[in-house]
């Protein structure tokens, strides 16, 4: 390999469905990342990603239906894994094991134990394991997350977050669209995806760094969305018959209650079956003051109107407002550079953020505790709906060491402390 | 007396505090409605009150302070106590017992077991015993209430609500107001008034009626709110050194989920010591839509745009919009005739609601069996929390007739199923 070469990324991808392939394509736009080697289990979707390959480098990554294949492809640095969810973690474990950074599209463990796993894997291979949770990178989340660290919010007591998207049509057409959805809704019944709400709060309430989720409720409503998605829909796709009448086990809403050992609770709803405006939900409610992005507004001590004497004595306030003097330094930067990827940009840092520390060989935004703890949440979910709501424990996975963690505050993409000001991004 | 005054509902008024005197001033207006008798703790209100009575009326009403003398005033038909939480059932009890109806201010129970003397006592004398759950009586809620039963939500799934203000001045100056919240503050942790929120939405489940609420999670925050409030109060009001460096038991924010056994859950926000902005937090999903009182909106199949082939296929929409097709009967009504009293109309429909009952001898549009299941959250609340989140059973104070009670369809103020089209209101 030339010199030139051996500053890239050397990437193996894993997954090449839809959302595989938008990352795909941004990756093949960064001239720091070569992306070696693609895997996907469907020979077509394969070969669709070894020919966007192709004309982009002029020349083929190493490609398998295996991914097992790809790990000794010669100068590998890390794997990037958006294939379905209950692959993430052994497709993780793997890279570790082959010496190699592991990054995994977000989704949810079907296991305490595969926590600890990848925990431990990590651990003892010195790799570290991200959890690509774009959301963290969202404008308005690094702006709250800004705002938390210069303390406008006083002490934080209360978070809400959620899932809240109507995917009947992806869940339904899971087997025609060789979606992965499908049969987890038709088998399991939990948050199977907390992390898009819970991953900036956990940001927000510094866990694993001098705090912990330490307990959770999880309650589960009836089934009723897909099944009448499914009828309504017989007639215009008849390959729907195959799940007509079937009983689909995921309540249509899930609502989980987390207790923090610093005393703050977050609800999280997952709600992906009923017809509704998507929305994650999120409010952050502290000491001095509130956030909520359904009204995209905030209401803060010390920066908006209070009227003591009214028996209302606060009003909302547009973010918008506010984004001049409280949006974080990376989204500044980003906006001034233009904004590049999917989901609002989101995509394009989350991956800048995994790609930097591999090539920094430093420490990922995201850590393996951080990874560990917003996945267990599904599974603990399940154990807490399936026995009525009772409180299950969240295991401490760094083993007691949350409570003296300092916060990364070191990194371009750091989420554990506000960039110190002036600082070159 | 007189023919004219036999007419008049004769009505004992217990708790004469602010609230109670505007809901006194009120009862005074009305020219079917005879304040018989008044009764405060405090000698003072207890006067203000007596004077007020006496201007419009032109004679002084009986008055104690202790109402136990009082419920053997000739004529009398009714009770209603907008007292202290603390002392609501045994007023209505006592009322009961005395073979007056009974109806009590919103506020929960601190055990189950009063719940169960409300309804063995209802049950034994005959008499109804009515929480004024005003916000049964909103217009959104009403309004909302109406689309359900005309079955614009399809199959309901899903409901939040919350009682989200910000209280902390009338908490921290309890003592100087003589307000009743701050030593419930001080010493209970749970969900001490739930039924803002839960009275609409268990008229739109349906609660004891074909449906009712089976078991509950309760999670609470840590409590700083309170706290940081006196003491950033402290130089301007020198009293509040009494309250300084005490430890609240209430938690900030006190999240509840239910399961009812028709499969729906609900979530309730306690939300009353940290600042902002006033809300209910009202949410409702059904199988074809949902509302949002935050944004003041629907999206409902149907009635508003879908777009099935966009990733976000749902948009919100004014509920103004849909007032003048959907808004409830009794709303109509009330609003071309001149909205009155207090809460934006609600207090007055409320009011009118029982009175009504009263006049009529006929049974209350929120019964004893609502009274106990919505109390009972209160206690069941603080059971919950202080057990960790362990789910605990809502009991069935309907003795299993729940399974088949029929809705209430008739009555001006009837909540149970939308007023035949082109009924006399």
Known sequence: MSTTAKKKVNLLLIGLSKRGKALLDLLLEMDDVNVAAVCDVYEDRLQNAVQAVEKVYGKKPAASTDYRALLDVPGLDAVFTPSSWTSHVQVCLD??????????????????????????????????????????????????????????????????????????REICMGHVDRHYRLDNYLHRNGDVYPTHDVGPIAKYLNINRGNRMLSLVSVAS????????????????????????????????????????MGETITLFHDTSLPRPYSRGNLLQGSKGIWMEDKHSISIEGITPVNEKSWNPHSWYDLNKFYKKYEHPLWKKFRSS??????????????????????????TPIDVYDTAAWMSLTALSEESVAMGGHPVAIPDFTDGRWINREPIVEGTYCLNKICKPGRKL
């Not at 094991?97 to 989704?107: I, P, Q, S």
């Not at 009723?224 to 008849?238: F, I, M, R, T």
């Not at 233009?338 to 420490?363: I, N, P």
């Open 338 to 363: 233009g904004v590049k990827g999917g989901h609002g940009g989101m995509d394009f840092l989350v991956l800048r953020a995994y790609l930097e520390a591999v090539r920094d060989q430093t420490q």
């Open 222 to 261: 009836k089934s009723v969305g897909n099944e009448a998605w499914v009828k309504s829909h017989l007639q215009q796709y008849p390959q729907l018959e195959e799940i007509n009448n079937r009983d689909f086990a995921m309540g249509d809403v899930v609502v989980t209650t987390i207790k923090c050992a």
């Open 95 to 168: 890279a570790m094991n082959a010496g190699l950074y592991a990054a995994t599209e977000v989704g949810g463990a079907t296991s305490v134990q595969q926590c600890w796993d990848l925990v431990r894997t990590s651990e003892k291979t010195g790799k570290p394991c991200m959890l690509m949770e774009n959301c963290c990178y969202g404008q308005e989340e690094l702006t709250i997350l800004n705002m938390v660290k210069l303390g406008l919010f006083g002490e934080l007591v209360h978070a809400e977050g959620g899932y809240r998207h109507d995917l009947r």
